[in-house]
């Protein structure tokens, strides 16, 4: 395995556009329509987040598909951020919820775990 494996992230979703809403507004970016791909993976309505296959990280995408819920699983997401307490402070106006505040993790950085509109929890980190 190589250093730093995950490559690509999925969140699923029930509502696409309330899903859209909650990302854009507490991460101020914008997800991009992707075409559905032939074959047993068509029909799902796919929003990506902004990515850059030149530098370290992994893109991902937003996701509605028949037969897979959204909510807590067994994976967590974390997005990177200059202070995540400024995405903190965006999560309830637009319709999430805060489970944990910003807290130190020691060494690296600052964390702060959050519930999205589809019940999905989602990590934000900061190294200040």
């Not at 699983?73 to 400024?86: E, W």
């Not at 910003?102 to 509109?117: N, P, R």
Request: charged residues 15%; contains cysteine; proline residues 4%.
């Amino acid at each position: 395995m190589t250093p730093n494996p995950v490559v690509w992230f999925e969140i699923h979703v029930q509502d696409m556009q309330r899903a859209r809403t909650f990302y854009e507004s507490v991460l101020q970016c914008t997800l991009s329509a992707l075409k559905a791909p032939e074959g047993e993976a068509h029909g799902m309505h796919m929003l990506a987040f902004p990515g850059d296959m030149t530098t370290m990280g992994a893109s991902g995408m937003l996701v509605k598909m028949d037969g897979v819920g959204s909510g807590g699983g067994g994976t967590l997401v974390y997005f990177a951020c200059d202070d995540c307490a400024v995405e903190q402070a965006r999560v309830e106006a637009a319709g999430g919820q805060v489970f944990k505040p910003k807290f130190s993790i020691g060494e690296y950085g600052q964390a702060a775990l959050v519930t999205d509109t589809e019940g999905n929890m989602i990590g934000l980190h900061s190294l200040k």
